[in-house]
């Protein structure tokens, strides 16, 4: 979704789309420099991180051709960097950002040639502290600064419900099970995902593995201003957790029967800059409104998400037996061996 809204901030998308719809050829006459456009969204837990890094295009060539040069797309080989700096401005640590190998593209009008994937691969969960202020630089070499933006780190919200166990049974009946979570001020929406892992075990041997994830979209109930609610609290019945598991899980002829797994609970956020990104550019996307961006020197969002997880929870006997013989799942043959 993300790439997608990247896109409508290039001259060329909206051309393009003409071309698809119209089957026309359609000049580009518009004067002026091409934009760096930068993707950059950083998730502390992960061990690789990426950077996207593009531009728009302008003058008076074939849009489709232009589309498919590099040249027009791409910046020669950059500096990216993110430098970690304390509440007091010392710089404590820095990650540098290389050519990505092997980057791969959908096929599509615009070129999977030329350079703007870069790659920083290391675990930085630990270089994280409060009051931690994240700085983006991209140069071109090492002397003219290309662009730049700023984040403040949040520490991310807490899971509280269910808690981590090593082996949690829990159930959907007759309570409606709970997904509960902080709310801290500086988060403005929440993903909660609820996944159900299950084994199909096929009647030639084979197990094919499948996930059914019901999620679930909640804003923070505190905005900008420091209020009573301080948590979040989900609640998924039973028939809505067995619904979902029959419109996930089709029939099929060549499966002997289904094993239940384990349930996971995932929990996604990401600061302010990530979600003003998605949502404030939707309006002027419809309105022709001005481009929201932190990216000074150019286009897109330099941002943090966070995740948060719990797993090791299985059904109590009660769900399991509302899964082996429920009206939604009785004919799907799950078996509780």
Not at 148 to 176: H, V
Request: net charge negative.
């Amino acid at each position: 979704m993300i790439i997608k809204i990247l896109n409508r901030f290039l001259l060329i998308t909206s051309i393009i789309w003409l071309l698809i719809s119209c089957e026309q050829e359609i000049q580009i006459s518009a004067d002026g420099k091409t934009i760096p456009v930068i993707y950059a969204i950083i998730n502390p837990e992960d061990s690789i991180h990426f950077i996207r890094i593009s531009r728009s295009f302008k003058g008076t060539a074939d849009a489709s051709e232009s589309a498919q040069n590099p040249d027009s797309i791409c910046y020669e080989i950059l500096t990216p960097k993110i430098e970690f700096f304390t509440e007091s401005g010392w710089k404590y640590y820095e990650l540098k950002f290389t050519p990505a190998p092997n980057s791969d593209k959908e096929v599509g009008y615009f070129t999977n040639k030329g350079l703007q994937l870069y790659q920083c691969e290391t675990d930085i969960s630990a270089f994280f502290i409060k009051g931690t202020h994240l700085v983006l630089n991209i140069s071109i070499g090492n002397q003219q600064r290309l662009v730049s933006a700023d984040i403040n780190y949040l520490e991310p919200p807490k899971i509280f419900a269910p808690r981590q166990g090593l082996r949690t049974l829990l159930e959907f009946y007759a309570l409606p099970f709970e997904i509960g979570f902080e709310d801290p001020l500086g988060f403005a929406r929440y993903e909660a995902h609820l996944l159900f892992h299950i084994k199909n075990i096929m009647k030639n041997g084979d197990t094919v593995l499948q996930t059914i994830d019901k999620s679930f979209i909640r804003n923070t109930q505190n905005g900008h201003i420091p209020g009573d609610h301080k948590n979040i609290s989900i609640y998924v019945p039973g028939d809505l957790f067995l619904a979902q598991v029959r419109q996930d899980v089709k029939d099929d002829p060549n499966v002997d029967y289904r094993l239940p797994g384990q349930i996971e609970v995932i929990l996604y956020t990401g600061s302010s800059e990530f979600y003003d990104y998605i949502d404030l550019n939707k309006i002027t996307d419809d309105y022709g409104g001005q481009i929201v961006t932190n990216i000074v020197g150019g286009l897109g969002v330099f941002a943090l998400k966070y995740r948060e997880k719990v797993t090791n929870i299985f059904l109590g006997p009660i769900t399991m037996d509302s899964l082996l013989r429920g009206r939604f799942t009785r004919r799907l043959n799950f078996k509780d061996w």
